[in-house]
């Protein structure tokens, strides 16, 4: 079975890192992309960016480069989104997802993990 | 980066209704266009890519159509557990972007 499990709830202060992470079972993990989303409180979805765990290379979207982070540990199954500086307005849940298809980084995701709620609040 | 609408922002229906969600692209995407289930507290869903294939273990009331810049997502018989909020998103122009999505409840 297919899974990716995420870290738990963070709370922080502005100003602080932080690095969650995304551990992916029962698949190839470096066969596949890992691709990261984010829902800002009451809000919609936002396609962050996605890392080949095979290579570590990585697409950012624009909107979110040089905000984040993304790497990876191919012998542990593990992706990671990381922030050196965090904001006020980084607080949202966080969710990793591995798209249909493994040849393309941005087909729509079949599995998502369970999201990482992140708090960030002086 | 390609802009995705979606309409109804939200609507309200019964068990048993037909219910018709409308999602339009800015530009062409051909059927680069998937669509999310996503329900409170829960992570997203997908039900459906390539405009119209369901994904593995949907169910068949569950049906997506059209190309270029106009999609639907159609639940033929809405049953209780189908009440949540629905997302398309392009994936034909990268960074793939998601409509703001439509909330289904309870009328």
């Known amino acids: 079975e297919v899974q990716l499990v995420q870290s738990g709830a963070e709370v922080k202060k502005p100003g602080e890192s932080l690095r969650i992470s995304c551990k992916g079972s029962?698949?190839?993990?470096?066969?596949?992309?890992i691709n990261w989303v984010r829902q800002m409180p009451g809000k919609g979805l936002e396609w962050m960016g996605t890392i080949d765990p095979s290579d570590s290379y990585i697409k950012y979207n624009p909107s979110f480069q040089g905000h984040v982070t993304m790497s990876v540990d191919k012998a542990i199954s593990t992706a990671y989104l990381q922030w050196n500086s965090l904001k006020a307005s980084d607080t949202a849940i966080y969710y990793c997802a591995r798209p249909t298809n493994w040849y393309d980084s941005t087909s729509p995701p079949d599995y998502w993990g369970q999201g990482t709620l992140v708090t960030v609040s002086s | 980066d390609i802009q995705m609408t979606q309409s109804p922002s939200s609507l309200s229906a019964s068990v048993g209704d037909r219910v018709t969600i409308t999602c339009r692209a800015s530009?062409?995407?051909?059927?680069?266009l998937a669509w999310f289930q996503q329900k409170p507290g829960k992570a997203p869903k997908s039900l459906i890519y390539?405009?119209?294939s369901l994904q593995s273990g949907v169910p068949s009331n569950f049906s997506g159509s059209g190309s270029g810049t106009d999609f639907t997502l159609t639940i033929s018989s809405l049953q209780p557990e189908d009440f949540a909020t629905y997302y398309c998103q392009q994936y034909r122009s990268f960074p793939p972007t998601f409509g703001p999505g439509t909330k289904v409840d309870i009328k």
């Open positions: 530009q062409d995407i051909s059927n680069y």
């Open positions: 029962g698949y190839s993990f470096t066969s596949y992309w």
């Open positions: 390539a405009a119209s």
